[in-house]
């Protein structure tokens, strides 16, 4: 049989099915390699899509054959192509490292259920990216979210239910907005197909329904992705997790919120209606900007390092969400090349802050102290992991800085182009309150015998390290790809 | 033989190789120590296999790989940077040798390191020669602030942590706050950053905006120490001195009014700068930096913070005869980047010598110290009348033109700041020479007896020294290559 048409749902259902195996197959060696072949195929397949879709043009597969809009499409263009690639490759390679993070972090009879989330969350994360299908992705959306609730709670300090809890409360309202506004969509056009969604509004498009669906969704997935001042769950979230949960999350979670919007803006919306009715532009600069300047500031006062990158990350998501606000191919190319950009750097970061926290027994400011002295390479990997939040040349976060200049350079608008250096110069500050206490303090007494990094860890975290600096010098996939995606999302205008 | 594409990537490639050995030979000093020398050695011939061929009016080029459409990691060897590659990688020979004296003379802890992060910033150093365009060039500059962070900060202590924050913080915001938005906009206007004979921006932008974009690149190039992002330099200096020595005398200082000088030339243009007539304000500002930075050096009693603000003031000297726009002062300004560059290192070298055998660092310890460490202090005088300049040292050639030059463009101002600035260069370079050798040594607890610093200490000081002087006497190369960027 040839499975090379259905790749589309494979990518989906590889991992969905690995879920249910994991919990009858139990053991956890077991359930580990059904895990890592399932995340291992999803990336491969990921791969395949994004090639084939680079050379020859949009994909739409029809689930069970039904064709849209009355079935569920699958439809992969360059945009969420490029997110599957990024997804399952973070996921790649957060599985080989969970397991050895979580040998000190989760009891060992729950590991198979470690296992089973996971991959839950990846399938969640993967289908909200590939469906072409509006309440698709609600239902892809809750399977990701209730799963990576789970995986939070799993973690070994007691805070981490709580922050488990905080994100379910704050998620299932984000879920809830969310679906009360594609509610209301379909009410209006009575389909549940996205392109043909978009299509359909044309005739409606400024009626008040609409307006009010516009408002329900930017709030809902605003909360997904941690939008300021919608972050709240996030730094507890990421903070408590497993250190390969913070990992997963921290790289993949909130991209895929911000390519839902993407999504209902450009593609649903359009964004001439968008932008036109609502003061949507203005107000997502704003909420931008005080994301940048907000949370980098209180990052820089932050004790413990996980909840540090936590708060850049909110202060990240402000760039994309100002790449967007432009409107414009370049700023969109920004937003996109910043999900995957930030994505690799975050997640190599969160990897790294594991290693540490397995070494030096935390990760507070305070016992990293002379990290530099006790685990060299890890300490210049989150050196390097800095350098490109600050957006460094020759680091990927540099590319993303470059475009969000040009685009807010090319509308004239130099007192935007210094609030984004000068937000950078911020990241800088954090950044170097790590360096000096790494760097310039004395090691404590009791983090002197370091415990030796296993290669399962160090060796993905390592990729991710390298591939930041890669994507910094070689950008025709992240470039080639994002310009592509933000031309298309615009319709073709350059 | 190497081809000149080759001989340029090997220029950056032999430092890196060199810094990947040290660092696995750093359980054997002195194989490190070798490795170190015998890189400095195949840099410079590296380099002086390009030199022939510049001189003939070749102009080599490599373009190593596109980062985004016309934005190129690109290199290219035209005269200025020769020249500036030809200055750091031979007195890398020299500053090799008076670290290896130095750090063990001084038993400094993390020598490999100190190695290994210093080839590292010399790569970077011949990849700012060598870039084809402003790009690569800006790359290449955060690179070396980068890598000479851990050099400043070599002794870990509070004050050099401190010192590395003044650093970093000032250089990385200069460059991301201006630098960056000015290479923006220039790729923008443009469509191209690459470096070109007549510059890309003529009649491309108003002269109003031609200023404020020129404001943004030199202001954006902290390490060109123009007031007021000036404060770097002299909290660079708790870094070890032969640091001091090649960073912040030659490499990073010399990065900085050569990058001003190349965005001048070769961005801008100096004709389209000339016809919109708006340099006059950076001539201002350049001068005021050399009367005010001398004057703080006057005041000053530590003998590393003097040379500090020295340097401050002798590199606005490169600035100011750039904005002045006249050929002969840009003759002046790329000869001066020559002739300060193996005084001032000459200069660092003797505060450091002093310091390793007399343990002194302050001007007013220095009574008698010449009769004590004759070459050291014989050495120092023939790097302050370079300073100064006057015959016979390097240091009278480029003050020459740079007057020359000011006088044919009738620049009055930039005279009389030239003519008060030599008289304030003596004020705080005779004082010392006078000390060091008429007055005798005070009898108190600083005394000991001493005599001159460990032996490679002093080969190199004196090497650097005759360099000074050689280089009056044979000026033929660094002038024949700033004629060719003149007239190219």
Same mark, same amino acid.
């Given at each position: ?52 879709? &680079? ?22 263009? %360059? ?11 973070? &996921? ?17 009879? =729950? ?22 299908? &509006? ?30 809890? =905080? ?31 978009? =299509?359909?509004? &044309?005739?409606?498009?400024?009626? %008040? ?92 006062? =932050?004790?413990?390092? #996980? ?38 750097? #975050? ?53 993303? #800085? ?30 170097? %309150? ?59 205008? %350059? | ?64 790989? /596109? ?45 490999? +390191? ?48 401190? $010192? ?57 190039? $902290? ?35 050569? /990058? ?8 801008? $243009? ?93 001007? /007013? ?6 009769? +004590? ?53 003596? $004020? ?61």
């Amino acid at each position: 049989m040839n499975l090379a048409p259905h790749l589309p749902a494979l990518q989906v259902v590889v991992p969905l099915i690995a879920a249910p195996l994991t919990v009858l197959l139990r053991r956890r060696s077991v359930a580990f390699g059904v895990a890592l072949v399932a995340s291992w195929l999803a990336l491969a397949i990921s791969l395949q899509l994004w090639w084939q879709v &680079a050379n020859t043009g949009t994909i739409s597969y029809a689930i069970g054959s039904w064709p849209a809009p009355w079935g569920i499409e699958y439809r992969i263009d %360059r945009l969420n192509s490029f997110l599957l690639v990024l997804v399952s490759g973070i &996921a790649a390679l957060a599985l080989p490292f969970s397991r050895s993070s979580i040998e000190s972090e989760v009891p060992p009879q =729950q590991h198979y259920l470690f296992y089973t989330m996971f991959v839950l969350c990846l399938a969640g994360l993967l289908g909200i990216a590939i469906t072409g299908d &509006a309440f698709n992705i609600f239902v892809f959306l809750e399977v990701s979210s209730l799963s990576a609730y789970v995986l939070i709670a799993l973690g070994r300090d007691r805070r981490a239910l709580f922050a488990a809890y =905080q994100y379910l409360l704050v998620g299932s309202i984000g879920a809830t907005f969310l679906v009360i506004g594609i509610g209301l969509l379909y009410l209006m056009t009575g389909t549940l197909n996205l392109a043909d969604m978009g =299509q359909r509004l &044309a005739s409606v498009q400024g009626t %008040r329904p609409v307006l009010a669906a516009l408002a329900f969704i930017t709030v809902g997935v605003s909360l997904k992705l941690a939008l300021f001042p919608l972050h709240q769950w996030l730094p507890n979230a990421y903070a408590f997790a497993p250190s390969a949960v913070s990992a997963f999350l921290a790289a993949t979670a909130t991209k895929v919120a911000v390519y839902v919007l993407l999504r209902f803006y450009f593609t649903v919306f359009g964004e001439s209606a968008v932008f036109a009715k609502l003061p949507m532009q203005q107000m997502m600069l704003l909420m931008a900007l005080a994301g940048m300047f907000a949370a980098s500031t209180i990052a820089i006062f =932050q004790t413990d390092l #996980k909840r540090l990158f936590a708060y850049s990350s909110v202060a990240q998501i402000g760039y994309i969400i100002l790449g967007l606000s432009f409107n414009s191919v370049n700023g969109l190319t920004a937003s996109i090349v910043h999900l995957f950009n930030h994505g690799i750097t #975050k997640g190599a970061i969160f990897m790294l802050l594991g290693c540490v926290a397995l070494g030096m027994g935390g990760t507070t400011l305070a016992r990293v102290q002379g990290l530099g002295k006790r685990m060299p390479l890890a300490s210049f990997g989150i050196v390097v992991g800095g350098l490109s939040l600050m957006g460094v040349p020759g680091t990927a976060g540099f590319i993303s #800085k470059w475009y969000l200049l040009l685009a807010a350079l090319e509308q004239g608008r130099w007192w935007l182009v210094f609030m984004i250096v000068l937000s950078s110069l911020l990241a800088a500050v954090y950044v170097w %309150r790590f360096v000096e206490v790494a760097y310039f303090r004395a090691p404590r007494q009791d983090t002197a015998d370091v415990a030796a990094t296993p290669w399962l860890m160090s060796v993905p975290t390592a990729i991710l390290v390298i591939a930041i600096v890669y994507f910094g010098l070689d950008t025709s996939f992240t470039i080639g790809t994002a310009s592509d995606a933000a031309a298309a999302l615009l319709g073709g205008r %350059r | 033989m190497l081809t000149p594409e080759q001989a340029i990537l090997a220029s950056m490639a032999v430092p890196l190789t060199g810094a990947l050995l040290i660092s696995l030979a750093g359980r054997m000093p002195n194989l490190r120590e070798a490795i170190t020398l015998v890189t400095a050695a195949v840099l410079l011939a590296v380099v002086l296999t390009l030199l022939p061929l510049v001189l003939a009016g070749a102009r080599p080029s490599v373009l190593l790989f /596109s980062l985004l459409p016309g934005l190129n990691i690109a290199f290219q060897v035209e005269p200025l940077g020769m020249l500036f590659a030809l200055i750091a990688s031979g007195l890398w020979i020299v500053n090799s040798l008076y670290s290896i004296g130095y750090m063990r003379g001084n038993q400094e802890a993390h020598q490999t +390191r100190f190695f290994v992060c210093f080839a590292l910033a010399i790569a970077a150093t011949m990849g700012i020669a060598f870039s084809g365009n402003l790009f690569t060039l800006f790359i290449f500059y955060e690179v070396l602030t980068l890598s000479t962070y851990p050099l400043v900060t070599h002794h870990g202590t509070e004050k050099a942590r401190d $010192g590395g924050r003044i650093y970093l913080g000032l250089l990385l915001s200069t460059s991301t706050v201006l630098l960056l938005p000015a290479l923006v906009f220039i790729w923008f206007i443009a469509g191209t950053t690459d470096f070109t004979v007549g510059g890309i921006l003529a009649d491309k932008l108003k002269p109003g905006e031609l200023a404020l974009l020129l404001g943004l690149c030199v202001f954006g190039i $902290g390490k060109a120490a123009l007031m007021p992002f000036h404060r770097w330099l002299p909290a660079a200096m708790v870094a070890p001195t032969p640091v001091s020595a090649l960073l912040h005398a030659v490499a990073v200082v010399k990065a900085g009014v050569f /990058s001003v000088v190349k965005v001048m030339v070769y961005v801008f $243009g100096v004709d389209t700068l000339a016809t919109a007539g708006t340099t006059n304000w950076l001539v201002a500002v350049a001068g005021f930096t050399i009367i005010a930075a001398s004057v703080v050096a006057l005041t000053a009693d530590n003998l590393k913070r003097r040379l500090a603000y020295s340097t401050i003031s002798q590199l606005s000297y490169v600035t100011m005869a750039a904005a002045l726009l006249a050929p002969l002062s840009l003759v002046g300004a790329v000869m001066h980047i020559a002739a300060h560059a193996v005084g001032k290192i000459t200069l660092f070298f003797a505060a450091g010598a002093i310091y390793t055998a007399a343990h002194k660092t302050e001007v /007013s310890q220095l009574d008698g110290i010449g009769r +004590r460490m004759p070459w050291t202090m014989g050495a120092f005088a023939i790097a302050a009348l370079s300073m100064i300049g006057l015959p016979p040292a390097a240091g009278f050639i480029s003050k020459w033109y740079m007057v020359s030059g000011a006088m044919a463009s009738q620049h009055w101002l930039a005279v009389t700041v030239i003519v008060l600035s030599t008289l304030l260069n003596a $004020g705080y370079f005779l004082p010392i020479i006078y000390r060091a050798f008429f007055v005798a040594p005070a009898a108190d607890a600083h005394d000991h007896p001493h005599g001159e610093a460990p032996l490679l200490m002093v080969i190199a000081l004196t090497a650097t020294a005759s360099a000074t002087v050689l280089l009056f006497f044979f000026p033929d190369v660094p002038l024949a290559l700033a004629r060719q960027m003149i007239n190219p």
